[in-house]
């Protein structure tokens, strides 16, 4: 019987707490262990899975200084791991009664026809503040019937640019002990999936097991945060991976146009919340985009994208005035 390791960061969550770990609790497979790591929280959080570990001794509690991202705790729950299979859940979300029996049993179907899996994926509904909307994503996006298709590491890949899959999911221990979670940038979870994808044989749906997205406002990953302005690492990282599995060269392009849309995106972000932030902070922002703008130059695909296929006046112009706009912008608040 498959043990399945589901693994929790928390941080200052004693609000929603509960509910996610309760959601484990109520599954109908029994054979799963909860590793619950602590990040350093000043609202009673550690003491409350304290609590949840002393009701049942599936669950296991550990707390370590903060680092102000879930990566670092999630590699640290890898030493204390005994499943065959990791389930990643966030503290302020929850999966169905069936979600993990669902999940083993794909598995297990596929494993039966020598298809061996090594990443299972529930489907993905996400809630919104008042709960009036949602929004779900069932197999591939956009395509009837892919709750049932089998994809290879690199079609998963392709598909999780655009996020026409969901990333959440049952993955083999030992693929994610070997890559581990990437630790810089609030992004490192986006580029983290991707890298577990290129290096999967065949990834799967379960299409009755439901993991619930709680889109909540005061997440770590909404904050306006210094750490927000270091994402362009997992992106050029990303392009580095695509290029050592000689992806295509569509792939490729559409990750440059990713890391130019970010650029700007967070050099606008810069500009209107400049006032938020020290001087100090203020440095370690401008290099940080200073070394993305350095990055991204030597890159022929971006000029084609903008130049060569914006032949006409407008479209040069549109890019250069965004240029000549955030300079100023710097120069004007400094």
């Known amino acids: 019987m498959l043990k399945i390791s589901i693994i929790m960061a928390c941080y200052n969550c004693t609000a929603y707490l509960s509910r996610s770990v309760m959601s484990v609790l109520n599954q109908t497979y029994k054979n799963w262990e909860l590793i619950c790591v602590d990040d350093g ?33 999630r590699n640290y729950a890898l030493e204390f791991i005994s499943g065959d299979f990791i389930f990643v859940l966030d503290s302020d979300d929850e999966i169905n009664p069936e979600c993990l029996s669902e999940c083993v049993k794909r598995y297990e179907e596929l494993k039966a026809k020598d298809i061996d899996i090594d990443i299972i994926i529930p489907k993905l509904v996400f809630l919104y503040p008042n709960q009036a909307k949602k929004r779900t994503i069932c197999g591939i996006v956009n395509q009837c019937g892919s709750e049932s298709k089998i994809l290879d590491g690199k079609k998963a890949f392709s598909y999780s640019l655009d996020w026409r899959i969901s990333g959440l999911g049952m993955y083999k221990t030992i693929l994610v002990k070997k890559l581990k979670w990437y630790e810089e940038g609030m992004n490192g979870d986006e580029y983290s999936t991707r890298e577990f994808f290129i290096n999967s044989r065949y990834i799967a749906f379960a299409k009755n ?42 792939i490729i392009k559409k990750i440059n146009q990713d890391r130019y849309k970010m ?33 991204l130059k030597p890159y022929r695909i971006i000029r084609d994208y903008f130049f060569r296929k914006e032949r006409d006046k407008m479209g040069k112009s549109i890019v250069l005035f965004h240029k000549i706009k955030f300079y100023y912008k710097r120069l004007e608040n400094a």
Do not use: W
């Not at 009673?44 to 370590?64: C, E």
């Not at 439901?210 to 889109?215: P, S």
């Not at 997440?219 to 050592?244: M, N, P, Q, R």
């Open 41 to 73: 929280s000043t609202d009673g959080t550690y003491d409350k899975l304290l609590g949840f570990s002393r009701q049942d001794n599936r669950i296991k509690a550990f707390t370590k200084k903060h680092s102000g991202m879930a990566a670092p705790n």
């Open 209 to 250: 097991g439901v993991y619930i997205y709680y889109q909540n406002e005061d997440s770590v990953t909404k904050k306006l945060s210094i750490k927000l302005f270091d994402t362009f690492k997992g992106l050029y990282k990303l392009e580095t991976l695509a290029k050592s599995f000689n992806m295509s060269k569509d």
């Open 263 to 295: 650029f700007y995106s967070l050099q606008e972000l810069y500009c209107k919340n400049k006032h938020n932030f020290n001087n100090e902070e203020k440095n370690q922002i401008e290099r940080y985009l200073d070394e993305n703008q350095k990055l």
